[in-house]
RNA sequence: GGAGGGAUGGCAGAGCGGCCGAAUGCGAGGCUCUUGAAAAGCCUUGGGUUAGUAGCCCCGUGGGUUCAAAUCCCACUCCCUCCGCCA
């Protein structure tokens, strides 16, 4: 949620950033009218609930002295006042259910340094890391071998590492079943990733089911409950992110400044309905309702939060490093980054035998918008006198997400006889396998 | 699923319908004393709204009774204990 008084105070200024997302406006317009209106209105209702306090009280005096004509004068006074009272608290919370459903349904204001454009045409590669040299470097596609030109679902078919017909026959389209070594093959990236940062983040294991505030203080609702799943019996929703659970764990809480940065990780399943992407990218792994990934997520200062994003960003790139796959880092534009986010830098993994550079994470900065949603503060430290708190910025990437990731490695990894190479890194993971080759 | 008990400030824990935004203890911060520290003493210390140390709101949530509700009534949610069932 943006802030009302920053709208407030510096409306044109607020306006125009939201307005680089490419996105209708009036609302905002509207918006500051009824908090006018809802502030003007707030205070003639106070000043009446002032004055029926101070006669409640003097009926108490009244009582004590036994005069019982000027209690019931003064009875019937403030029984008059009541209804007034009554009258403009109604308009009160009718003007802030508007504004509170305008303002839950605003996106974040975009960082400054996020490049302005209207889609994904226009997001900015900042760099793209070469696995064959292992350094920044052009993208050159001559590097790869013909044998390498092979799509994951032929290759998983031929080795026996995917059933994608079962896991329809299951589930219907979108849902991944692995096999055998195939399925090491996940468990392992998982394992593999989890232990890579659980020095600098606190692991966490989550539910994955989780009530509606819990969503919406991600933003995932109430604007986009169509992309995910719910089950009504229990009024629970399946966490599409563990973004969800993880910011969601200090809602309502004040965190003290020495306490932060705070950093978690946690591997969990993701439920998403791609509602709005029927039909697209519908063979292999590239878009299923059910697939696991590991997720790194912050609490910090908003002086801190800049740091952090770096810091999550290199923490994401490094599995891809460790593993050697060629990725490229984007920056994303304000006509493509979410809503919930003030600057967002996507890792897209290069897939040789699709063609096709795969979005594996994608680490951003929220600001302040999640946390006012959820209602995360943090107490400064009290050094310089005292001061009240203040929102936190949360921050999250996927360390990565596991079916398109196992998609580009087996890919990347394929030999000129069929077969997939472990990569060293993973090898202990698997037994110390080297190779996945026709059983 | 059945039966009980509970929900109050960072934590613990009081609170006859008006004198309660709330005792007390702990914790935290500041000061005094001290070479420094500890101990001791003194003071301060919930959140929100607002230009505001004014007013108003917040004692799980939502309704109701009343001139007046943390306190009475109703509904709901959550937590704890016991029983049953089950990984």
């Not at 009541?82 to 508007?98: C, H, M, S, T």
């Not at 996507?346 to 680490?363: I, K, R, T």
């Amino acid at each position: 949620m943006i802030d009302i008084r920053l709208l407030r105070n510096n409306p044109n200024e607020v306006i125009s950033s939201i307005a680089r997302r490419g996105i209708d406006t009036t609302q905002l317009y509207k918006a500051i009218e009824l908090d006018s209106s809802l502030r003007s209105i707030t205070a003639q209702r106070d000043k009446v609930r002032a004055e029926i306090k101070l006669i409640s009280k003097s009926v108490g005096q009244a009582a004590k002295n036994l005069d019982q004509s000027s209690i019931e004068a003064l009875r019937q006074e403030s029984r008059q006042l009541g209804d007034k009272e009554q009258e403009l608290d109604r308009q009160v919370e009718q003007i802030d259910k508007a504004l509170r459903s305008i303002l839950l349904a605003t996106p974040n204001i975009p960082a400054i340094d996020c490049p302005d454009g209207a889609g994904a045409q226009d997001n900015v590669i900042l760099r793209t890391w070469i696995a064959e040299k292992g350094i920044e470097a052009e993208f050159d596609p001559s590097l790869y071998f013909d044998y390498q030109r092979v799509p994951h679902w032929e290759i998983g078919d031929a080795l026996g590492l995917l059933d994608l017909s079962r896991a329809a026959k299951l589930s219907g389209s979108m849902f991944g079943l692995y096999k055998g070594k195939g399925a090491a093959l996940v468990r392992a990236l998982n394992q593999f990733a989890l232990d890579l940062h659980s020095e600098l983040y606190q692991e966490i294991h989550p539910p994955s089911f989780v009530r509606s505030e819990t969503m919406v203080s991600t933003g995932h609702l109430p604007k986009f409950s169509d992309d995910a799943y719910y089950m009504e019996r229990d009024d629970l929703w399946a966490i599409p992110t563990a973004e969800v659970p993880l910011t969601s764990m200090a809602r309502d809480e004040i965190l003290s400044e020495s306490d932060l940065p705070m950093r978690f990780c946690a591997s969990t399943p993701c439920y998403r309905r791609e509602a709005g992407s029927a039909g697209r990218d519908t063979r292999g792994l590239l878009r299923l309702h059910e697939f696991n990934k590991v997720e790194l997520l912050a609490y910090a200062t908003p002086s801190q939060a800049n740091q952090v994003h770096q810091e999550i960003l290199s923490s994401a790139e490094s599995i891809l490093q460790a593993l050697k796959l060629t990725y490229r880092v984007v920056d994303l534009c304000t006509g493509d980054i979410g809503n919930s986010a003030a600057r967002t830098f996507d890792l897209e993994v290069y897939a040789p035998g699709c063609d096709m550079w795969l979005e594996v994470s994608s680490v951003s900065w929220f600001s302040d918008y999640q946390a006012r949603r959820a209602n995360i503060r943090y107490r400064p430290n009290s050094s310089e006198g005292k001061k009240s708190p203040s929102f936190i910025h949360t921050l999250n990437g996927s360390a990565l997400a596991w079916p398109r990731t196992w998609a580009a490695l087996v890919e990347t990894y394929r030999q000129s006889d069929g077969s997939i190479v472990v990569p060293e890194i993973l090898r202990p993971y698997m037994k110390g396998m080297e190779r996945i080759s026709f059983d």
